[in-house]
């Protein structure tokens, strides 16, 4: 999506007269390496070991100091879940900011903590709590691409460690900046890293174009057998996506009563059960609120969130939404900061996240997991119709300088899907490349 | 030496689904797709709504009426074009206004004789972008070009070319044996079976009026994709009534007792259609469950020419035969699809059913067949509603009619579809 702006600012010429440049960012592909070059696992905290070992299997080099002078690294993991005294939060800037250097474009920065909620010692809380804000402000000054994350960590447990550190090791969290993900005790065992989705059934609503065709086609490259569904007037659409990731689609309208119901009907009469529903459909009807109508406020309502808080129902009914299942929301950063026009989106979305933590507490006997994504600026038909000015100021407003793809939101939601990732749940992880609205 | 081969037992033909883009009528929003544009599409919407892409099917069967010479394998270049495995065989076949379910018998059979375990049955057509050919004069002179061996020979083949020549050849809707149009025809038969006004505006009304009910329930979801923008048939008039008809000419008939106007008879339309056929094996194996089965079929054609009898007299005779071999009576039928080519095409067959003498002369039956209970016929709209893109009519009505026994939670319909040629296809549904 080159608008003539993007061509001129992106040129050879504007790069000679010192316009910044963002970088490409390095998006997963099956069969790349998790992390381009050695990875320095230091901090001493109690999943070190376990993230060294897990690397060098994977084929990636796990080093516990950094290498001679001016060799790169590819990724820096800190594991200071073991601080416990502010005065431990040196051991960050003293083994993170020579790494910081040697890091290499597209590089990964990767804090291991303990979630201070599972945490009484004021002291304790205090360090762990720290980390957070040590981490938002370095994804704000790293550049070339690269992002700094925290993983806070529950007891002893590593296979939620392992793979949310994987997640933003790998090109799948390209566009995933700043962010902090909780992940509980549960345990997952291992998975197949280059389709870990597969035999899973996965439905996907609003997949006829945009971030839900996207989503559509990550779930089904990792593996899992995809039902598309769409209202029917965007049938032709549907059929081409759903062609395209040789899975089903399924005309109907998400806000009618029996929607839940007919997909939990066709996921497990046409493909065996039902493993994963990704709530993506979703529509804008901006209008100031003084000036919004019936119609704008319901549509919205009824779309984005009292249409999900039904079909749940059905789908996590008898016979529906199988145990140790996903359910993925898309919330999005209007839900999170606001935005001028859009009070019934900006609710809907917030209304979301509600539902995500609630559901997730619900639901969690079951072994299934509650998430959502909520993507920032992301490249597609609908954001290349913002007037301009506007448009360049979302895109640019963010740590990496760029809008992000429809890819990195599916990637994000994919990773949920996993099985490993069933230490994840109650979250809404951002994909925005730490845009600074609401941050 | 060998031993005879035993034959194998006859299966069930399951009807698993349909597809459908909207119909639309000609010169409209169709107006530049081809007939392999609009079927590829079809096939696409019913694979992907099957899940069958990179699927090998036993074959694909359709056909269209208006056809460019050049779409000789319309249908094998269909299905190269779309989503299934290449390895899928396919023909075309033709048959008028019966292409479509004739193309649904011929998968059927194959798939009850055990040659084939799945087949999709489709139609299309373009009364929009429509073959014009050369004049008869002109392909002979060029032909003549063609033929001649030298500079000099051509130059004389070339003077054969006169300035009617270059007037092309656009295809009519006239039957060539008589030169009169489908409409004039049935507006003869319609005179002479005294069929009114009235009575074929009511059919209209309910037509439109049924269709645009279906679409309401969302009755088409599964069974339609909506293609260049188009997601309902553009002939449907929700809000017809039988006052608003009454007040449109008449276009077929003469004078005083013409009947026939735009408003109860098909207008030309675009658009294609597509069933999913297969053993109950293959539907298990597909985890697909079967809509009806195709139980049995009839063709029949009349002699319009020479004969006393109507153009689109044929299903009323095909019928009868059907029933006979089914051991059934008319009245055996919870759901009734008879094609509204026109109104009174319907009320004819329908009357010629009653009527004692027709059925024992032209029928050679003791009694006559019966009427029906006409709310059981065409209860999601018909032709007259959805327009008519002749050859995909027999894959609307067949998935439409599968899918109504299916919701109605078992039963028995009935299709009877007129063509061109005095020609009649009529089928047997059950669930």
Redesign the interface.
Known sequence: MTDLFTTIVSSPVARKVGVPQPTRLRRYEPGMPLCEGPVLVAGGGRFADGVAAWLGGEGVAAVSTLPDEGDKVGAVVLDLSAATDPADLDQLRLLGAPAVKALRRNGRVVVIGTDPATLTDVAEVTTQRALEGAVRSLGKELRGGATANLVLAQGQAHDGVRSAVEFFLSGRSAYVDGQVVRVDESTSGDVDALRPLDGKVAVVTGAARGIGAEIARVLARDGATVV?VDV?????A???V???V????????VT?DDAGSRIVEHAT????GLDVVVHNAGITRDKLFVNMDDDRWHSVMEVNLRSVLRMNDAILGEGGLADGGRIVCVASIAGIAGNRGQTNYGASKAGVIGLVTALSRQVADRGITVNAVAPGFIETEMTARIPFATREIGRRMNSLQQGGHPKDVAETIAWFAQPGAAAVTGHVVRVCGQSLLGA | MASQSTPRALRRVAVLGGNRIPFARSNGPYAKASNQDMLT?TV??L?????L??ERLGEVVAGAVLKHSRDFNLTRETVLGT?LDPATPAYDVQQACGTGLEAAVLVANKIALGQVDAGIAGGVDSASDAPIAVSEGLRQTLLAVNRARSAGERAKALTGLRPGHLVPAVPENVEPRTGLSMGEHMALTAAQWGITREAQDELAAASHQHLAAAYER?F???L????LGV?RDTNLRADSTVEKLSTLKPVFGKGEGATMTAGNSTPLTDGASAVLLASEEWATEH???PLAWFVDAETAAVDYVHGDEGLLMAPAYAVPRLLARNGLSLQDFDFYEIHEAFAATVLTTLKAWEDPDFCRERLGLDAPLGSIDRSRLNVNGSSLAAGHPFAATGGRIVASLAKQLKEAGGGRGLISICAAGGQGVVAILEA
């Open positions: 598309a029917p007037a965007a049938g032709d549907l059929a081409t759903a062609n395209e040789r899975g089903t689609a399924l005309q109907l309208d009618s009469t046409r493909h065996g | 599409a696409d919407g694979v992907a709504r099957f899940g892409a990179g989503r969302g088409f979801d599964d339609v994709t909506p293609y997601s985890r697909l469950t």
